[in-house]
């Protein structure tokens, strides 16, 4: 979710659902120690329970970041091991590390001397022709050796060489089973699964077999969906009108503007909030012609509101 989770999308995210475990983009361990840490670690109080997600491969930067992080209050540190973009792979971190687990857990051990919070590790099924239960078990098995209690699993494998990112969350095939069988096999472990789960039906299936459902570009695409899950966990939470979380939003807008945040930098965020309702053509285009523009405000989001039907 690189350039999607940043801290504007999970302040919208959180006013959809109050009780889903939010997860940062993914942060380079050296972009922290090189860098200006509080743009990459800060975030909205709001957002709790959040995950900070790190990739990186030298023991001694994970721990740094993950020192620097414990400052800012996160619940999780998540170490990426699923992205398959050819910059991760040139920084050797993300999905290419599946196939080096002794880096990964000693990364793992460094960070969890800096620590009081879980350290957990996202990862693949699976890299290029190492498509096998076997291999996702001897990855894991190393990281439980190191300590590890919690995966988050995308249950593709991630192709390397000869698939763009893009492609890589769609062309692989998804191998639920693969998941169940580790939640099977070590059920001590806390078992996350991650990969086109795109409707409550879905996430109903999975949790039979597994401890947690992550949701990436359905939650992105149709952030709605995020508060119809959480009425159907959870009958006493009140379902929020759309109308009402953009009226929410225009304060935290209204700050980010007085502090130099271009209105696009939030406003791309919400472009799916009314998909699929009456009039959610004319909201993503009056945000999209109009919150680019020099000196846009939150005025921007009560032309949308009014550009559509009173009642979606």
């Known amino acids: 979710m690189m350039d999607w989770t940043d801290r504007h999308c999970r302040y919208f995210l959180r006013l959809l659902s109050p009780s889903v475990f939010l997860y940062t983009e993914m942060v380079t361990a050296a972009a922290i120690h090189h860098g200006d840490s509080d743009r990459f670690l800060r975030f909205d109080q709001s957002e709790h329970p959040i995950a900070l997600q790190l ?24 170490i990426n091991v699923g992205c398959p973009s050819d910059k ?68 593709r494998i991630a192709i390397l060489d000869g698939l763009s990112p893009k492609e890589n969350r769609t062309v692989p095939p998804l191998n639920y089973d693969r998941v169940y069988r580790l939640k099977q096999e070590f059920p001590e472990l806390d078992i996350v699964i991650n990969g086109g789960l795109s409707s409550i039906e879905d996430i109903e299936s999975a949790l039979l077999h597994v401890d947690g459902a992550m949701v990436g ?93 009173i009642a979606a």
């Not at 030298?58 to 209050?73: C, I, K, S």
């Not at 002794?102 to 498509?131: F, W």
């Not at 939650?219 to 159907?232: G, K, R, S, V």
Request: glycine share 8%.
């Open 55 to 78: 990739g990186g491969s030298d023991p001694v930067l994970m721990a740094n970041a993950t020192r620097r992080a414990g400052e800012y209050g996160y619940d999780e540190i998540n």
């Open 88 to 155: 991760v792979q040139s920084g050797q971190f993300g999905a290419c590390l599946m196939a080096r687990p002794d880096i990964v857990a000693g990364c793992y051990r460094a960070m969890v001397t800096e620590t009081d919070v879980p350290v957990t590790v996202k990862t693949r099924i699976g890299i290029d022709d190492q498509d096998s239960y076997e291999f996702l078990l001897a990855f894991v098995e190393r990281l439980v050796e190191a300590g590890c209690q919690k995966f988050i699993v995308h249950a």
């Open 217 to 309: 570009r359905q939650a992105y695409q149709q952030p709605y969906f995020l508060a119809e899950l959480e009425h159907h966990l959870d009958p006493d939470a009140v379902l929020p009108e759309r109308r009402e979380i953009v009226e929410r939003m225009l304060p935290y807008i209204d700050t980010n503007i007085a502090a130099g945040v271009p209105l696009n930098r939030v406003t791309r965020h919400m472009l799916g909030l009314f998909a699929g309702q009456p009039g959610a053509r004319a909201w993503r285009r009056t945000i999209s012609e109009q919150a680019h523009r020099d000196g846009a405000g939150s005025e921007v989001l009560i032309k949308a509101l009014n550009a559509m039907p």
